[in-house]
């Protein structure tokens, strides 16, 4: 059975940090292309970064330079580093795992963790 298990999220005023972290079991994370999508009330969930399984990563325009992903394949956890934020970050944020085999997409989701940016 797949598992990703998301945490780290909470409350921090706008330019704080907070680190988030996926915990995945049942696949291996580095075989899989890991994302990180949010997804604010009203608005449709968008994908903030990801990080394809040969270490391409990628980042939503809004985010670039503030926020850092990352996997270690020893713990088969993918992080989400998040400096600088801003109240526009607050969301829920889930984690992806992705793969394509033989034209059949397999993906897993967690059940996500709370961001919030506020004074």
């Known amino acids: 059975q797949v598992q990703l298990v998301e945490s780290g999220g909470g409350l921090v005023q706008p330019g704080g940090s907070l680190r988030l972290s996926c915990a995945a079991s049942g696949i291996l994370v580095s075989i899989y292309d890991m994302g990180w999508f949010r997804q604010a009330p009203g608005k449709q969930r968008e994908l903030v970064a990801s990080?394809?399984?040969?270490?391409?990563?990628n980042y939503v325009d809004s985010v670039k330079d503030r926020f850092t992903i990352s996997r270690d394949n020893a713990a088969n956890t993918v992080y989400l580093q998040m400096n600088a934020l801003k109240p526009e970050d607050t969301a829920l944020y889930y984690c992806?795992?992705?793969?394509?085999?033989?034209?059949?997409?397999?993906?897993?989701w967690g059940q996500g963790t709370q961001v919030t940016v506020s004074s």
């Open positions: 990080v394809t399984r040969d270490g391409s990563t």
């Open positions: 992806n795992a992705h793969r394509t085999i033989i034209s059949r997409n397999f993906d897993y």
